[in-house]
């Protein structure tokens, strides 16, 4: 597509009404078109990593029972026996894999069952152009010549027959982009609908507060100078685009800007970047459907091993920032309570060579394991390990035609209905319905039933006000605000921050539900905090999905504070917590896993002054863990626990 075709597009852009719920809730009541066990499905995310360039398989996942094979095959580039992770000693020894010693992020992952390995993915007829195969996997096609050329990618046939009509332009209903790119500067052919058009955004510069200040004057101040890129010489062009693209804009910037990090460490890396970037956008309330991310860098034809060191170089290098940075971001997104909705997923244009070259690296090649991770990632392997027998192998030292075990349009067939609730028709729509399922990838219980295919959210309240304001004589916070509809709409949540950035319940309000007239709402926060204090409403639909007010703040001299501990932490046996405030209240300390299980409730007495409650953790496994001390329906503090 030309750039100017691309940049008179975007004012189609629009998003699907999915978005991520920040915290497991019941709801009060089901419309009576949404099933019970539907609810939280039409939440879900999938985010998409492309390691570009071609990842080296057989140095990632090696198959221990093959491994005097893989010496020889390798003599100079070979992971040392003695260095590799086993990932699964529970496997029969023909499906065991060493991993990559740099891949202990991913062990740590498969260990907590957030992660899965499938096993020799690819197409038939495989092309080892960079260029071409990379446009296969993005459109669906394969070698054979009636897939060959697709000019439309499937990542924008599935959203454009889900969610048609969605594409006229920003609206309540469709206020974010379907799909969004980060890494990449050139638009990613896979977003492409039916009718070419680029129905995606690209985020490259990974910040759109700075991105859409810069192409509309939103977020930030406007730059004097244009980026290079394929939107930057088009600049003048996309400033005087209509007014649907200067709203979406204002809608990126302003979901980016609301959306906060839990304080997870990432990698300092460009992929690390893109995750923080779109764990942010989530926790502003973005709803949207499918992120592209990328990591360039896996074109090891030379020095792909340090010598005399070969779990040390650039593959290794690679793939700790992978790794570590899905890791990282799968945290984040637990810390902010979406873990649960998002699948994240990885793929490569092609593998590499089983035989090494004599640039002390791999040429390209065919097959290479796919990974899935989050808790919707069914954890294990699937398929066994590739056969490297070097009688087994072609001329050129690549796996032959029948080593493939798994196509990759299977794959993703399976995770757009058995993870995102496409129907069968919106399958065919994205040229996938004649490839069979893979069973087993989703995790057992969050597979879509297919009464809920297809399933839609409903319209958003449409909040007309909402303010905050001290009240002096009372020492409390008066919260009111107002809506002028709602459609099938479960309840609000008050929320309370320190900072404007990292924001806690605290009082949940029933709502009208369906409305066409002004409602109005009014609480109060009898337990401001000192100095300022930040709120807003989350407002929250019978399928789970949200979205926020802006944020009010108020300032509240004096106002009596509590100071909570956490001791110590990491904890081993037991663990205290401590608390001074001048109130006198009955409270509840409540421990929580990582999946919103809660593992302990204790009811404590409140007093006046210093407090300390102890509590026995042996029983808990180690891994982190969440505690939270309320009083009545108010969160009070939550804080993390780490149990070693």
Not at 157 to 185: C, K, N, V, W
Not at 408 to 417: A, D, E, P, V
Not at 433 to 459: F, M, Q, R
């Amino acid at each position: 597509m030309k750039r100017r075709n691309f940049l008179n597009n975007i004012t189609k852009l629009s998003a699907a009404p999915l978005l991520l719920n920040g915290m497991p809730l019941r709801s009060f009541a089901s419309p009576s078109y949404l099933p019970t066990n539907c609810q939280g499905i039409s939440d879900r995310v999938m985010v998409i990593i492309f390691l570009k360039g071609g990842n080296d398989g057989l140095n990632t996942i090696i198959p221990i029972d093959q491994y005097s094979r893989y010496a020889n095959l390798r003599p100079n580039i070979r992971i040392n026996a003695g260095s590799y992770i086993n990932l699964d000693t529970t496997l029969p020894i023909e499906d065991q894999v060493g991993l990559n010693p740099a891949m202990t992020s991913f062990k740590a992952m498969y260990d907590a069952g957030q992660a899965s390995l499938i096993q020799a993915v690819g197409y038939p007829g495989y092309n080892q152009s960079h260029f071409k195969s990379t446009d296969l996997w993005l459109t669906g096609g394969d070698g054979t010549p009636a897939n060959f050329n697709i000019d439309s990618g499937w990542m924008g046939r599935y959203l454009d027959t889900a969610f048609p009509g969605a594409f006229s332009g920003p609206t309540p209903l469709y206020p974010d982009p379907m799909g969004i790119q980060l890494g990449d500067s050139k638009p990613s052919i896979g977003f492409h609908d039916h009718s070419n058009e680029y129905i995606g955004v690209n985020l490259s510069n990974q910040n759109p507060g700075n991105l859409f200040g810069l192409l509309n004057g939103l977020g930030t101040a406007a730059h004097g100078t244009v980026p290079t890129s394929d939107y930057g010489d088009n600049i003048n062009h996309i400033m005087g685009v209509e007014n649907t693209t200067n709203a979406y804009g204002g809608r990126i910037s302003n979901v980016y800007n609301s959306g906060n990090n839990s304080g997870t460490a990432y990698p300092s890396s460009n992929l690390g970047n893109q995750l923080k970037t779109v764990a942010r956008l989530l926790d502003g309330g973005s709803k949207t459907k499918l992120f592209l991310v990328h990591k360039p860098g896996f074109d090891t034809h030379a020095n792909q091993v340090q010598s005399g060191s070969t779990n040390l170089g650039t593959h290794a290098n690679l793939l700790k920032d992978v790794f570590d940075s899905i890791k990282a971001f799968t945290e984040d997104l637990t810390n902010l309570g979406l873990e649960q909705n998002v699948l994240t997923a990885t793929f490569s244009e092609f593998g590499r060579r089983i035989t090494q070259n004599g640039s002390m690296g791999t040429d390209h090649g065919n097959f290479a394991p796919v990974f899935l991770f989050g808790s919707g990632a069914a954890p294990g392997v699937r398929g066994t390990n590739i056969n490297i027998d070097p009688n087994a192998l072609d001329a050129a030292g690549n796996l032959p035609a029948t080593a493939l075990q798994h196509d990759y349009r299977s794959i993703w067939k399976t995770l757009l209905q058995d993870w995102l609730a496409a129907g069968d028709d919106v399958l065919n729509g994205a040229s996938f319905g004649s490839y069979n399922k893979i069973a087993g990838l989703v995790t057992p219980g969050l597979v879509v039933p297919p009464g809920c295919y297809n399933i839609t959210t409903a319209l958003p309240v449409e909040f007309s006000e909402f303010t905050a304001e001290y009240i002096v004589q009372e020492k409390e916070v008066a919260l009111f605000w107002k809506t002028e509809s709602e459609v099938n709409h479960s309840h609000f949540l008050v929320q309370r921050s320190a900072d404007g950035r990292t924001f806690v319940d605290i009082e949940l309000v029933d709502s009208a539900g369906d409305s066409t007239i002004t409602q109005k709402y009014e609480t109060t926060d009898d337990q401001p905090l000192p100095g300022i204090s930040y709120y807003r409403i989350k407002s929250i639909d019978l399928d789970d999905s949200f979205e926020y007010t802006e944020v009010r703040s108020v300032r509240n001299e004096g106002v009596a504070n509590e100071h909570i501990k956490l001791y110590p932490n990491p904890a081993k046996y037991d663990v205290n917590l401590v608390l001074t405030t001048e109130q006198v209240y009955d409270g509840v300390i409540r421990i929580f896993d990582l999946r919103g299980k809660k593992v302990k409730e204790r009811s404590v007495r409140i007093e006046k002054g210093f407090n300390k409650f102890n509590w026995t953790i042996e029983d808990l496994a180690n891994g982190n863990y969440t505690v939270t001390l309320a009083k009545g329906r108010r969160n009070i503090a939550t804080m993390k626990l780490v149990v070693i």
